[in-house]
């Protein structure tokens, strides 16, 4: 498979009064054709930041220092607003966190999602809408035509979610960049976005980055994983290897909060303590090390880079760790418990 | 008000509503508002007769009756006649002319203004934001009537100066008519003291609706960013606009007649109510009837636009749609 997006050293930093806030520090990443790749982090750790950097889509106070963003070759971080704008929706849809607020509310379903259609594919008005009504019946709303008439608050939330989607895939885009898109829905709602996104790629070949904190969904969806603390990659490997072999203890710490359904259901699910942090300086040591219960000296005067793990069942397999956590015993009660 | 009654009324025109958009359902919710509903009456009446109320006076509103000075009302002058023997009734609707004209063209004026310079600080933000803000702060920190009086003494006579220079230029009649003059320092007055209003509202508007989710997922969508302002930022800023715009118009009529009272407003021989009050107050204790109509217009007129604005605020606010 060829590499279709290539994300290198991409430093993204917010103006704040004092200074600078660093939220996004050298992220590096490839994502392959038709490939789902899954960021998981917690909150604040960079990962939307760093996917609206990919399309500038960034709110005034945030600049994108440094870095390349190479789609099928071009550097979106080069080219011009109107290339740009073509790029956006045409070739990488965005579906966002809160459905609920994503519409128009002054706009019915049907001129909203034809005017990305008539902007990027020159359809007329006629082609764009009965294109709108395939799209809805596509994404599960049934009675498509009709409901092209209605206003986003005749909509509930997963419906919303769906023409979001719907809008975002129908120009067809090679990458679709979904940010928490069912954070704000409820558990069976969540269950039927996950499987129509699913579904979708598929049938397309669309390649996904799939932002999320919830693992369960990582473990159903994607091919590949990046996990993201205080603005770096921490580690990044197939979700297999994830699953079973995690190397950086941040993720390890992440897979001990998650509750299994085998098991011992008597054991307490373990939690991170502390909290990441201030990322108003660029930090020289490991930014994991206040909360990391294998932390040895050097993880507090360097920041280990993101290398290739040792016995690794897949090359791709990275971690940034001064430790291998394999060899070492846990001291405190912290989040090695799980492992 | 029982649930049968609310079925009766308001259940149909919600539920008609809900079919189609929300510009409908603002309606809906407007018609359900009574003081908005009665407020609509007086206004609508206004427009007409500032319209039409020239065909419909029984009197020209310059004709003097040297016979009938001061009547009090009969049959004849309804609402009586002033010290000049003309007839109220026909001056008070007349003066519904300047009031609505004075309405209407200062408020158009300071809307433009305000949506300009209201756009471009919230949407360019910087050093524009600063300076838009700057100058409202400035102009805001200066009484109205202070400010009115101001542009009154200075500009009057030089203004009327340069008409009869053009007249003499060009022998064009339009110089001639220096009544424009007060009208035109008047518009300018109340569109000077009104449009950092607009010019605040329309920046707070555009700031808060350019962080939300629907514009960046356009944005995300590539639209253009003139599309985006005219599709998606100003229809969902129109809400808290069209109510200050009702409430500006009646504050605009109301200023109007303050200058006109203070005798820097529109001058004689042009009726309009604050002048009418203003004379009426010398002799009301004779003369009763020369306050009483203008003076009940006024209120009515005042009170109406309040209510209509409170209706209309009750029915766009943003904050009742949700969902």
């Known amino acids: 498979m060829s590499v279709l997006l290539d994300v290198q050293e991409l430093q993204t930093r917010f103006q704040v009064r004092k200074g600078y806030v660093y939220a996004v520090n050298g992220v590096s990443f490839k994502l392959e054709e038709g490939e789902t790749l899954a960021v998981v982090g917690e909150s604040g750790c960079g990962k939307s930041v760093t996917m609206l950097s990919l399309v500038r889509l960034l709110p005034p106070a945030a600049s994108i220092e440094n870095g390349k963003v190479l789609l099928r070759g071009d550097d979106l971080l080069q080219i011009d607003q109107r290339q740009l704008r073509d790029v956006r929706g045409g070739q990488i849809g965005m579906i966002f966190q809160d459905p609920m607020t994503s519409l128009n509310p002054f706009i019915n379903i049907g001129t909203q999602m034809s005017e990305p259609l008539i902007y990027h594919r020159g359809m007329s008005k006629k082609e764009a809408l009965a294109r709108s009504a395939e799209l809805l019946e596509m994404v599960g709303i049934p009675d498509g035509e009709a409901r092209l008439r209605e206003y986003p608050h005749q909509f509930s939330g997963g419906m919303r979610q769906r023409v979001m989607i719907a809008m975002s895939m129908s120009c067809e885009p090679a990458v679709l960049i979904a940010d928490e898109p069912t954070t704000a829905l409820d558990v069976t709602i969540q269950a039927q976005i996950v499987e129509l996104v699913k579904e979708l790629r598929d049938r397309s070949g669309v390649a996904v980055i799939w932002i999320t904190h919830d693992l369960s969904v990582v473990a159903g969806i994607a091919d590949r994983v990046i996990v993201m603390y205080a603005g770096y990659i921490v580690e990044e490997a197939p979700v297999d290897a994830l699953f079973e072999d995690p190397r950086h203890p941040y993720t390890v710490g992440l897979m001990g909060a998650l509750p299994s359904l085998e098991g011992d259901t008597g054991t307490r699910l373990t939690t991170i303590g502390g909290s990441p942090p201030d990322l108003e300086d660029l930090p020289d040591f490991c930014p994991f090390h206040t909360r990391c219960p294998y932390s040895i000296d050097r993880c507090r005067t360097e920041n280990p880079m993101l290398e290739p793990v040792a016995d690794a069942s897949d090359r791709g397999h990275r971690a940034a760790c001064w430790v291998d956590i394999r060899e070492v015993e846990v001291q405190s009660n912290g989040a090695g418990a799980s492992s | ?323």
């Open chain 2, 1 to 323: 008000m029982t649930t049968q009654e609310i079925t009766a009324t308001g259940d149909i025109e919600i539920a008609e509503a809900s079919r189609t958009n929300l510009w409908r359902d603002a309606v809906a919710r407007l018609a359900a508002n009574r003081l908005a509903v009665v407020a609509i009456l007086p206004i609508v009446l206004l427009f007409f007769i500032a319209a039409f109320g020239p065909f419909l006076t029984p009197y020209d509103f310059l004709a003097q009756d040297f016979t009938a000075r001061l009547a009090s009302p009969s049959s004849e002058h309804w609402l009586g006649t002033d010290e000049l023997g003309r007839d109220v009734f026909s001056r008070i609707l007349y003066g519904a002319r300047t009031a609505v004209s004075v309405g209407l063209v200062s408020t158009a004026i300071s809307l433009i203004v305000g949506l300009v310079m209201g756009s471009l600080a919230g949407y360019l933000g910087g050093r524009v934001d600063m300076l838009v803000v700057w100058l409202t702060d400035m102009t805001r920190s200066m009484p109205a009537l202070l400010l009115a009086i101001v542009i009154n003494l200075t500009l009057k006579v030089p203004l009327e100066a340069w008409m009869e220079q053009m007249y003499l230029a060009t022998k064009n009649g339009f110089f001639r008519q220096t009544m424009w003059v007060d009208l035109v320092l008047v518009f300018g007055a109340l569109a000077l003291i009104q449009w950092p209003g607009y010019a605040r509202l329309i920046r707070g508007q555009i700031l808060s609706i350019r962080s939300r989710n629907y514009v960046l997922a356009a944005r995300a969508l590539g639209m253009p960013t003139g599309r985006i302002l005219t599709r998606y930022v100003i229809p969902n800023a129109m809400g808290p606009l069209i109510v200050a715009v009702s409430a500006g118009m009646g504050g605009a009529m109301v200023l109007e007649s303050a200058f006109s009272f203070l005798g820097v407003g529109v001058q004689l021989p042009i009726p309009s109510w604050g002048k009418m009050i203003s004379d009426g107050l010398r002799m009301w204790q004779t003369h009763p009837h020369l306050l009483v109509g203008p003076a009940v217009m006024m209120a009515v007129i005042t009170v109406s636009f309040a209510w209509l604005g409170d209706g209309l605020n009750d029915a766009l606010n943003p904050r009742q749609w949700g969902g």
